[in-house]
T-cell receptor, first 115, second 115 residues
């Protein structure tokens, strides 16, 4: 079946530090992979996506590369800001049969950035 | 317009009340979703509509009744809820569900409290 495993949080960093949030997945076929961000009191916003192996998604300084050989989609940012404090969800979208129309989410990782 | 609009933003209801949550999008998306999110957890899929027809019901109790009057609107009718139903209810839409490389756009959610 489809599943996403995300590193446990919370993650606490100082401003300008390097960020990595690990995400690995299990899926049949060729899923699409996403990172969503949820700021306090808000809904989810798509941060970036990748639809095939070796694709790199990027947005607002965040990057993630779809690695089929390691079934991973780790989120990275070179220099975090206080405004990046939020919960980050890794997710996959299945590619066949009964998995269509479903997003499979990881548990979420709380990131707190201190000035 | 890349927005999914949900109303109301907050709702407090008694266990004997009947209320409705509303969701609207004007992106021409033909798939719409209801998710339930408890604190510090990922969203849980409740219902999926595809081309205004119910496609997925994740064994949700009948006190939750979805409705898709047209391709832009999605409602969730609530009746005889329990306190444990208190949560953030998120609506989302995507272009279609028969393609995996289309991301879901989420609304800001309705914060529901059942008293």
């Amino acid at each position: 079946g489809n599943s996403v495993t995300q590193m446990e949080g919370p993650v606490t960093l100082s401003e300008e530090a390097f960020l990595t949030i690990n995400c690995t997945y299990t899926a049949t076929g060729y899923p699409s992979l996403f990172w969503y961000v949820q700021y306090p009191g808000e809904g989810l916003q798509l941060l970036l996506k990748a639809t095939k192996a070796d694709d790199k998604g990027s947005n607002k300084g965040f990057e993630a590369t779809y690695r089929k050989e390691t079934t991973s989609f780790h989120l990275e940012k070179g220099s975090v800001q206080v405004s990046d404090s939020a919960v980050y969800f890794c997710a996959l979208s299945g590619d066949r049969g009964s998995t269509l129309g479903r997003l499979y989410f990881g548990r979420g990782t709380q990131l707190t950035v201190w000035p | 317009d890349t927005e999914v609009t949900q109303t109301p933003k907050h709702l407090v209801m008694g266990m004997t009340n009947k209320k409705s949550l509303k969701c609207e999008q004007h992106m021409g998306h033909r798939a719409m979703y209801w998710y339930k999110q408890k604190a510090k957890k990922p969203p849980e899929l409740m219902f999926v509509y595809s081309y205004e027809k119910l496609s997925i019901n994740e064994s949700v109790p009948s006190r939750f009744s979805p409705e898709c009057p047209n391709s832009s609107l999605l409602n969730l009718h609530l009746h005889a809820l329990q306190p444990e139903d208190s949560a953030l209810y998120l609506c989302a839409s995507s272009l279609r569900i028969d393609r995996t490389n289309t991301e879901a756009f989420f609304g800001q959610g309705t914060r529901l409290t059942v008293v």
